[in-house]
C-alpha cells in the first residue's frame, strides 16, 4: 500500500499574488519629489508686502505662487529648505491656470509668466486679508487628481491579493493544505509497490479475522451477495483493549481486498472553527464514493462519537462535536451498497461511551471483539516478531508466552525489542533466555533502580516483606506460583518485588481462590508485624489491591453470605481501559451500605489473621530465606522452589 500525492502544479492565484506584490512595493518605495522649489513661508510674506506675488493656490499642506513677470530668478534668496514634498498639488493648466507644470517643466520656471514656487502653510487666518490688500489673486486649490495606475493599486490590487492569499492558503496540495478547513485530513493508501498487510502478517485474534474474511470476500465478489439478497454490514465496530492490533487489522482487510483504504482519527474532524468537522466528514465521504469500492478506517471513534445523553461533551465544543456526529450518521445512511461499495471500519477502546444511534442496525451493526490473545497466540505473536532479531537456539518461547499472561500484542512486540537493546548493551551477538526474561521485569514492575540505596533497617524490613509474600503464595497460590523474590529497587516506587506467574491462563476465580489472593497481598504487611511488631507504608498498594478484591467479591460477585446473592453495583459495558469508571454504586440505604462494609472489613482482616498465622508456623524458614535473600538480593529458580517446598501449610 502506497500513499498517494497529488502533483504541485502552480496555481493563477499564486501568480496573482506575486504581482499584486510587485506592484504594491513598487508604490511604496517608487522616488516622489516635489517638481517646484520650497520656500519659507516668512519669505513669501514678505514677497506678498512687496507686492511680488501675482497668483496664489491655497490648499491645506501646501501653498503654491506666481511671482509676477519683473522678478527674476536671480534675484531669488538662497534657499535653504529644499526637502521633498509628499503630497504637491497638482492642477491642469489653462490661460487662467498657471500651476500646472508638466514633466518637461523645471523647478526655476522662467517664463513670461514668471517663476511658481511653494511653501508650507502656517495657521494663519489673516492670510486671505493680505492677499486681498496687496491685490493678489488667490484661489483654494482642487482635489488632487491621481493618476489612473494610482487609482488601479487602490481599487483592483487589495482585491487581488486577498483572492490571491486565500487562494493559496486553502488550495496548498495534499500534503500542506493546513488551512484547508472543509477537506478531509485522511491518509490515502493504495494498491502500489511497497508490502502490504495481509491476515497472514498478523498473528493471534483468530476469531477477529475470521469476522473481517467476510468482509474481504464481499469487496472481492460482492455479486455472490446481492444474487441472494444479502446485504454485508455498513460498518464494522473493532472493540478491545489499547495494543491488540485493532488498526492492523483494519489495514490488513484493505490489504486483503486490494481496494483503496482511507484512514483517520475521529480528532482530526474537530478543529477551532464551528462546521469543520461535519464538512470534512462530507468530503472524507465524497472522496470515498469516487473511489470505491473501498474502506474508510476511523480511528478512536469515541472523539467524536460519544453519547449526546450522557453530557460526555464538554463545555463550549457541544455543538461542534454533535453536528460531526449527526453527519457522520447521515452519511453512512445515505450510501447503498447497490450505488458504492463503501465499507466503515472504526476502531475504540471505549465502547461504553459511544452514542446507540452509532451502534444500531444500518450503521455499526457488527461488533468485533479483539481481546488479549491467550497463550497459544502469545506464542505465535512472540513467533513473528522474534524472526526480526537474533534468537540464541536455546531460546524457549513457549515458557516467555506463559510468564506474560495479560500482554497484548504491542505488549509482546515491546518485550522483544527490549530483550533485543538488554542484549546490545550487553555487546552479545544473539538474545538470549536471561534477557528475554529480564526485559518481562522491566515491562511489568520497571527498570532497576541501583541508584536508591537503602539502609541495612530499610533492607532487612523489604527482604521480610517480600519473602513473606512468596511463603503464603506458596501455601495459597490461587491459580499461580512464585517465580522470583528481588529486592532490587524497580520502577517509582516499589523497593522490591515478588514475581508470582499463572500456570495456566484462567477466566473463572472461586470465592476460595479470591480470598488467596487476598492472603498472599497481605502476607507482607503480615510479615512486617510478625517479625518487627509494627508495620510500614511499603504495603499500601498490596491494601488498595486487596480492599478492591474484597469490595468487588461482596458487591458484584455476590460471594457474602451475610448480604446474600445481590449486585450492589451497576455494571456497565466492558471498560478496555481498566480505570473502573464503570462501576457505579446502586443507591442502596444506610443500613445496606454499613453492612457491605462490615463485610469487606471482615473479608480482609480474616485474611490477614490467616497469613499471619501461616508465617508464624513458618517462622524459621521465614528467617533462613530472608538472610539469604539479604545476601544475593534475588532468589529464583531451583534455590526458590526447593525452599518454599518446604513451606508448611496450617
Known sequence: MSIKNKPQIP??????LVLAGVSFLAYLFWPRSSRYPLQPYSQFLEQVEKGEVAVVMVGNDLIRYQLKASRSVGENPENLFQFPVDNPLQTTKTPDNPFHADASSSANDTSAEGEVLETIPLNDPQLPNKLRE???VFAASPPPQNPWWMTLLAWVVPPL????AMHFLLDRGEERRSLAFSRSKAKVYVEGESARITFADIAGAEEAKTELVEIVEFLKNPERYNKIGARIPKGVLLVGPP????????????????VTFFSISASEFVELFVGTGAARVRDLFDEAKKQAPCIIFIDELDAIGKSRSSGGFASGSNDEREQTLNQLLTEMDGFAAGESTVIVLAATNRPETLDSALLRPGRFDRQVLVDRPDLLERLAILEVYARKVELAEDVDLKAIAARTPGFAGADLANLINEAALLAARRQQEVVTQNELKEAIERVIAGLEKKSRVLNEKEKQIVAYHEVGHALVGAVMPGGGKVAKISIVPRGLSALGYTLKMPTEDRFLMSEAEFREQIATLLGGRASEELVFGSVTNGAADDLQRATDIAERMVTTYGMSKV??????????????LGNGNDNLRRLVSEETAKAI????????EGEY???????DRNRELLDAIAQQLLKTEVIEGEELQAALERVRPL
Not at 243 to 258: F, P
Not at 597 to 604: F, G
Open 161 to 164: 491579493i486577498l483572492v490571491g
Open 243 to 258: 495494543g491488540t492490533g485493532k488498526t492492523l487489522l483494519a489495514k490488513a482487510v484493505a490489504g486483503e481486498a486490494g
Open 597 to 604: 462494609d462490615e463485610e469487606v472489613k471482615q473479608i480482609v
Open 609 to 615: 489473621q490467616r497469613a499471619i498465622a501461616i508465617l
Open 134 to 136: 496687496k491685490g493678489v
Open 563 to 576: 448480604l446474600g446473592p445481590l449486585a450492589f453495583d451497576r455494571v456497565g459495558q466492558a471498560n478496555f
Open 11 to 16: 496555481s493563477l492565484g499564486n501568480l496573482l
